[in-house]
């Protein structure tokens, strides 16, 4: 059965930092890109993050560039966001999500890991 | 980059069909066939429902069907049950991210 399992979640101040990861198993992970997603409280889906399979290419909207950074251990069949600089409104459920086999679409979801941003 | 706009709810009786609608622009949903659609019950993750338009993952519903015409993406959702009561997000490729943007999400109510 193919899954995805986040983790790294949980309260942190503003301009702190925290590292979240997604174990994955079920599948080739080394032949997929992968993707983060969040979701702010009450709110829609927001796209935060791409890596390549290879993890040598990263895609990151406006919003989150340069303090987002998404890489993965291959050899761990684990992908992680990297959050800096977090900001109250970074609050949200982050989803880690695997890329389909034709691309810009996301095929698998695991159920997501709350990070909150309070002081 | 602006979310795709979607309609904040649509609703309809159990047997019926509704059909959610999602609006972009030519960078998007107009100039590519990179469209997917999520279904989210309350509290739980986002499901795969149809990608690249109109093709529909192992295990979805026929019921479920997808298509384009211009910078508009439908979802159209026929034989209306109680279990497809959700958030639906449209999603698209798009050239100026040259990632993926999402629509506002829909609420389906079943009555």
């Known amino acids: 059965e193919v899954q995805l399992l986040e983790s790294g979640g949980g309260l942190i101040q503003p301009g702190g930092s925290l590292r979240l990861s997604c174990t994955a198993s079920?599948?080739?992970?080394?032949?997929?890109?992968m993707n983060w997603v969040r979701q702010a409280p009450g709110k829609g889906l927001e796209w935060v993050s791409s890596?390549?399979?290879?993890?040598?290419?990263?895609y990151y909207p406006n919003s989150v560039k340069g303090r987002f950074t998404s890489s993965r251990d291959n050899s761990k069949n684990t992908l992680f966001l990297q959050i800096d600089s977090l900001r109250v409104e970074d609050s949200a459920v982050y989803y880690c999500?695997?890329?389909?086999?034709?691309?810009?679409?996301?095929?698998?979801w695991g159920k997501g890991t709350t990070v909150t941003v309070s002081s | 980059q602006s979310a795709l706009t979607q309609p904040p709810s649509v609703s309809g009786s159990p047997g019926q069909s509704v059909t959610i609608s999602c609006t972009g622009t030519?960078?998007?949903?107009?100039?590519?066939?990179?469209v997917s659609w999520y279904q989210q019950p309350p509290g739980t993750a986002p499901k795969l429902m149809i990608f690249?338009?109109?093709n529909r993952p192992s295990g979805v519903p026929a019921r479920f069907s997808g298509s384009k015409s211009g910078n508009t993406a439908s979802l159209t959702i026929s034989g209306l049950q109680a279990e497809d009561e959700a958030e639906y997000y449209c999603?698209?490729?798009?050239?100026?991210?040259?990632?993926?943007?999402f629509g506002g999400g829909t609420t389906l109510t079943v009555l």
């Open positions: 999603a698209s490729y798009t050239s100026i991210t040259t990632y993926v943007v």
């Open positions: 030519s960078s998007d949903i107009g100039g590519y066939d990179r």
């Open positions: 690249e338009v109109s």
């Open positions: 890596i390549s399979a290879d993890g040598y290419t990263t």
């Open positions: 079920g599948f080739k992970f080394d032949g997929y890109a």
């Open positions: 999500a695997k890329e389909g086999r034709y691309y810009y679409y996301m095929d698998v």
